[in-house]
């Protein structure tokens, strides 16, 4: 069950966020539980948490996803419970050993709010744990509200689907590597296609943006996750991920990252880059040393999954055996990509091993859209 408030047409984009007066009427004086990062903002100055109290809205709990409540944990870190010293409020991490709120995280809580600032990539994780939170909700019989934000990859949709064996937190549902869905349209999906555990529905409400469409190009007020700094970067990270799990960098360690790639192995080129522990990333992979690459600082926003950087760097890798590490299926979605640049296929013969299943999602995906 679902429900999208309407909303007015203005001149800018409106978050779901910024229309507090909407959603400050449904939590009323009850208590509250809120899934929020730095990037819960509202009208891109005042953080979420900060808005509510100022309001007397009653927060009992926050839940923070990967990267934590203030958004500085490197990719993968553990995120522990603590408390926030500003607000004194107790701090539940979602990427720790509890992935999914627990039943006892849960107790009091009359109603979650979720905001968190999506890239829309199938192996972001915070649409795992959107899933998770949807799940936790439906069982202990909590309404969700979800203040919907904007989609910076919403103008495409691409990649291979998620198959059944390559499931994990970087990808839980049957979805291409882009979907070009909002995060409130994302959860109307798992809702509608039964996605939750034995097909369980959450009481959803949406607080939809206003002013805006898919095609809509804006910038974020702040980096959804420390390794994504700018909009080149979130651009790219959707065709510069797959080189993650491969002996590749990716800009880690650098302040270029995911607008770059390299490793000394390569073929030496006019650009070079050398990784070094930083903000997101306290040991990067290849620390210290030289890596031959090609920087993609200025290229053209993508409209498609670009396997072309991926391709290459295989192609030029002298030790094909060394290339992937553990794990490439779970960001791949499947287990045949490997084979098939194993097999020297082409870019448009890879794709074309898509399409099927590819239209097949976007078929489903009309149903929950929101925006045009």
């Known amino acids: 069950m679902s429900n999208v408030l309407p909303c007015n047409a203005q001149t800018q984009i409106v978050t779901g966020a910024d229309q507090w007066k909407s959603y400050k009427e449904i939590l009323g004086r009850k208590n509250i539980g809120v899934v929020a990062h730095q990037g819960s903002l509202v009208y891109s100055k005042t953080h979420l948490i900060d808005t509510l109290l100022s309001l007397n809205v009653n927060i009992k709990k926050v ?68 899933h998770y939170v949807m799940e936790a909700c439906a069982e202990n019989g909590i309404p969700l509200i979800i203040l919907d934000r904007p989609n910076p990859n919403a103008h495409f949709t691409d990649g291979p689907l998620l198959e059944e ?9 049957p979805v291409p590597i882009v979907s070009g869905m909002t995060i409130g349209e994302y959860a109307k999906m798992i809702n509608g296609e039964q996605w939750l555990n034995k ?5 959803l409400t949406i607080i939809p943006l206003k002013n ?69 990333a306290k040991n990067p992979k290849l620390r210290g040393q030289l890596c031959h690459g090609i920087d993609l600082r200025n290229y053209e926003r993508p409209k498609k999954i670009e396997l072309r950087w991926l391709i290459q760097a295989y192609h030029n890798f002298p030790d094909k055996e060394l290339f992937f590490k553990k ?46």
């Open 327 to 372: 794990g490439f299926y779970r960001i791949a979605g499947n287990k045949k990509l490997k084979k098939q640049l194993a097999q020297g296929m082409t870019e448009k013969q890879i794709r074309k091993t898509w399409e099927k299943d590819l239209e097949k999602f976007k078929q489903i995906r009309k149903k929950y859209l929101i925006y045009p």
């Open 199 to 203: 097909g369980i529905q959450c009481n």
């Open 212 to 280: 805006y469409t898919h095609k809509t190009v804006f910038e974020l007020a702040l980096r959804p996750s420390p390794n994504l700094p700018n909009a080149q970067s979130i651009a790219l990270y959707p065709s510069l991920c797959l080189l993650e799990p491969t002996v590749i960098s990716v800009g880690r360690g650098t302040e270029m990252q995911f607008q770059i790639y390299g490793h000394p192995k390569l073929p030496k080129t006019q650009f070079s880059f050398i990784p070094q522990p930083n903000y997101g």
């Open 165 to 173: 064996d390559c499931k994990s937190f970087v990808g839980m549902h």
């Open 63 to 130: 839940f923070a996803p990967e990267h934590g409540f203030r958004g500085d944990a490197d990719a993968g870190e553990r995120v522990v419970d603590q408390k926030d010293p500003k607000t004194g409020l107790p701090i539940l991490s979602l990427y720790g050993s509890n992935k999914k709120p627990s039943k006892e995280s849960l107790e009091g809580i009359s109603i979650m709010l979720f905001d968190l600032q999506d890239v829309g990539v199938r192996f972001y994780t915070y649409l795992s744990t959107l």
